[in-house]
Every structure is written in structure tokens, then in C-alpha cells.
């Protein structure tokens, strides 16, 4: 499940098994969001890899998504965070590749 921001309190959760497309969930927070996959499980899912935005928690039962929906996108929101800036970090050059 791939959980999008389309603006400050509107989210989109797009699930997806490989390829194809299985549905929408739109929420007004990334909680409600996996807590309505978790609610409404599609056919052979037993749980999902959870992405927000461009980063990833892993893989997680429909029964966690049920019970720690919050603590779930806590951790996606802390992980999104640690990364959101990272291309505009600037790494101090190798010592070693100009013999420095």
C-alpha cells in the first residue's frame, strides 16, 4: 500500500499486488488511511508493505494495521521525515580521493 499526500489533511492509499491495481482508499490522515486497508482487506491479503510517500516500514499484518494504526503512521511520518531533506545533503568530500 502506497499512501500519498495530496494536500494537508487529504491522503490517497493506493494498493497494489505486483502490477496490478487493486484499489483506493482516500483519508483525511495516513492513520485512517491504513486502518481502512486494514478494515477492508482485499481477497489473499494477509497484510501489506506500507510506503508513505518515498519511504517504507515493511511489511506489516492487517491485524497490526488494525490495532496500531496510529504507532503505524508515526513511524512512517518519523522515517519520511529523516529522509524528506536528503537531497539536499551535502557530504563532505572522500579524504582520500584528492590525497588529502
Do not use: C
Not at 499526500?5 to 490517497?12: A, D, F, N, S, V
Not at 495516513?30 to 486494514?38: G, H, P, S
Not at 503512521?73 to 584528492?98: G, W, Y
Amino acid at each position: 500500500m502506497h499512501i500519498l499526500k495530496l494536500q494537508p489533511g487529504q491522503y490517497r492509499a493506493h494498493v497494489m499486488e505486483g502490477q496490478e491495481h487493486l484499489g483506493n482508499y482516500d483519508a483525511g490522515s495516513i492513520a485512517e488511511a491504513i486502518l481502512l486497508a486494514a478494515e477492508n482487506p482485499l481477497p489473499d491479503l494477509a497484510g501489506f508493505h506500507l510506503w508513505y510517500e518515498t519511504v517504507s516500514i515493511g511489511s506489516v499484518a492487517a491485524g497490526e494495521m488494525r490495532q496500531h494504526a496510529d504507532l503505524l503512521a508515526d513511524r512512517l511520518i518519523e522515517r519520511h521525515s529523516m529522509f524528506a531533506n536528503s537531497a539536499h545533503v551535502v557530504f563532505p568530500k572522500d579524504a582520500d580521493q584528492n590525497g588529502q
